[in-house]
């Protein structure tokens, strides 16, 4: 079974990383991102989207680990 889902966990990385790819070289349209009067250089569409992507990857499983920590701190193991 375990190594079931490693494949699995392969083939959706692989998928994740294969549309990745295909939306950048889809995506080269020179942009410029104002956010709060700092402007950026102007690069291709798809850097801010990806940028995005990874931003989101990082803070969501932080969020979730965080909630975890403050559920074990407000409800302890009962012991039986």
Same mark, same amino acid.
């Given at each position: 079974?375990?190594?079931? +889902?490693?494949?699995?966990?392969?083939?959706?990385?692989?998928?994740?990383?294969?549309?990745?790819?295909?939306?950048?070289?889809?995506?080269?349209? %020179?942009?410029?991102?104002?956010?709060? @009067?700092? &402007?950026?250089?102007?690069? &291709?569409?798809?850097?801010?989207?990806?940028?995005?992507?990874?931003? @989101?990857?990082?803070?969501? %499983?932080?969020?979730?680990?965080?909630? &975890?920590?403050? +559920?074990?701190?407000?409800? %302890?193991?009962? &012991?039986?």
């Amino acid at each position: 079974m375990r190594i079931f +889902k490693r494949v699995i966990l392969t083939v959706v990385v692989f998928l994740i990383v294969l549309a990745t790819t295909a939306f950048m070289l889809e995506n080269q349209q %020179p942009v410029t991102l104002v956010f709060f @009067g700092w &402007s950026a250089p102007q690069l &291709s569409q798809a850097v801010p989207v990806i940028l995005a992507l990874l931003l @989101g990857m990082l803070i969501g %499983p932080a969020l979730a680990w965080l909630a &975890s920590l403050r +559920k074990k701190r407000t409800h %302890p193991a009962r &012991s039986i």
